[in-house]
T-cell receptor, first 116, second 109 residues
Framework: EAQVTQNPRYLITVTGKKLTVTCSQN?????MSWYRQDPGLGLRQIYY???????DKGDVPEGYKVSRKEKRNFPLILESPSPNQTSLYFC???????????????FGSGTQLSVL | LAKTTQPISMDSYEGQEVNITCSHN???????ITWYQQFPSQGPRFIIQ???TKVTNEVASLFIPADRKSSTLSLPRVSLSDTAVYYC??????????FGAGTRLTVKP
């Protein structure tokens, strides 16, 4: 089954304790992206990757890191989490846009992170 | 980046047709219009995408007037399970598109 898998589904941690949220897709998609969703703010893009070893900042990258060593995996790293990073996180992937074709995003089920 | 404006919330009843309009006055020539649906505690799901005129699939229809400054998502005969948040996005590719607050549709029995 084609899917984007995020782990863990729920995570409670304390300020300053490094954590990684994993994201994996099995559709051979070039494009992957991380979003955070906060009440009333919709989804905001954190980082995105157009392909292996190519990553770029989105709208809210501060406090986050990503890596894209393999095509299928795109982990989100919080080196020193703070309470303002408490949020619902989504990973997404798509084929790369080619010309006028705009490829649809496939989203994971989300990771609810609480930083105490 | 083309900004979109859509109603914050809408109510409907089962069996009715629902039309959600999105305004995007500064849409660019190469921009597409895409709609996503999101249920609570789930990731958004692609519904439909279009460039101009009308697009229809098994879930919805998308109407886009000639000036492309707005678009209307039409959901025929909604059911309780269509209660969700609907997002209108405009952009040339996934990096251009931005999720706003969306429209919270509530379908009542």
């Amino acid at each position: 089954e084609a899917q984007v898998t995020q782990n863990p589904r729920y995570l409670i941690t304390v300020t300053g304790k490094k954590l990684t949220v994993t994201c994996s897709q099995n559709m051979n998609h070039e494009y992957m992206s991380w979003y955070r969703q906060d009440p009333g703010l919709g989804l905001r893009q954190i980082y995105y990757s157009m392909n292996v070893e190519v990553t770029d900042k989105g709208d809210v990258p501060e406090g986050y890191k990503v890596s894209r060593k393999e095509k299928r995996n795109f982990p989100l790293i919080l080196e020193s989490p703070s309470p303002n990073q408490t949020s619902l996180y989504f990973c997404a992937s798509s084929l790369l846009s080619r010309g006028n074709l705009n490829e649809k995003l496939f989203f994971g089920s989300g990771t609810q992170l609480s930083v105490l | 980046l083309a900004k979109t404006t859509q109603p914050i919330s809408m109510d409907s009843y089962e069996g009715q047709e629902v039309n959600i309009t999105c305004s995007h006055n500064n849409i660019a020539t190469n921009d597409y219009i895409t709609w996503y649906q999101q249920f609570p505690s789930q990731g958004p799901r692609f519904i439909i995408q279009g460039y101009k005129t009308k697009v229809t699939n098994e879930v919805a229809s998308l109407f886009i007037p000639a000036d492309r400054k707005s678009s209307t998502l039409s959901l025929p005969r909604v059911s309780l399970s269509d209660t969700a948040v609907y997002y209108c996005l405009v952009g040339e590719n996934n990096n251009d598109m931005r999720f706003g607050a969306g429209t919270r549709l509530t379908v009542k029995p």
